[in-house]
């Protein structure tokens, strides 16, 4: 077994359930737990490690390259720009739902309501970006 391709695959693994996470996520609370905010926390929760996981797990991409061949994976135009936007996406994700952890309390309904659009926004962009990223690298 190679090496490479196990450390690859495993990567791959967190970054898969993290998509699945914040995606999955985000839609539930919006639409599913709109009406429970003890519920919505527990997802926030879940949101913001989907968001982390994706962030830790795309370094470790960058940097199974940098081990493997010396170098970051070579990619240019279109492809740079979806890796942007995803980064772009995750940092904002993380950030959102933090706040959203902190300030539950403080925020009514409506507040409430426009985090999980703006987390399940994020998410279907960077989700889309993705396949960006894997068919123009
Ligand atoms: C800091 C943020 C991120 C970085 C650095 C990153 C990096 C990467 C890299 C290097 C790949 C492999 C690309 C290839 O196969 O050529 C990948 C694949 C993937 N990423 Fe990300 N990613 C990030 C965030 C996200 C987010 C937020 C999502 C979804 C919500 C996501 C979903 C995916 C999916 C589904 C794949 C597999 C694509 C495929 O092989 O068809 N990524 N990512």
Redesign the pocket.
């Known amino acids: 077994m190679s090496a490479e391709n196990l450390a690859y695959a495993v990567v791959q693994v967190v970054?898969?359930f993290g998509?699945a996470a914040?995606?999955g996520g985000a839609l539930a609370a919006r639409w599913l737990a709109s009406a429970d905010v003890r519920r919505q926390r527990q997802l926030a929760w879940l949101v913001l490690a989907g968001w982390a996981a994706?962030?830790g797990s795309?370094?470790l991409?960058?940097a199974i390259s940098l081990h493997f061949y010396g170098q970051f994976?070579d990619i240019h135009g279109t492809a740079v720009a979806a890796?942007r936007v995803?980064?772009a996406?995750?940092l904002a994700g993380f950030v959102i739902a933090a706040l959203f952890l902190r300030r539950t309390d403080r925020w009514g309904e409506g507040a409430r309501r426009r985090a999980w659009n703006l987390l399940a926004a994020l998410?279907v962009v960077?989700?889309a970006a993705?396949?960006f990223?894997?068919w123009f690298?």
């Open positions: 970054h898969n998509a914040v995606v994706q962030a795309g370094a991409f960058g994976p890796l995803k980064v996406c995750a998410a960077a989700l993705a396949a990223l894997r690298s």
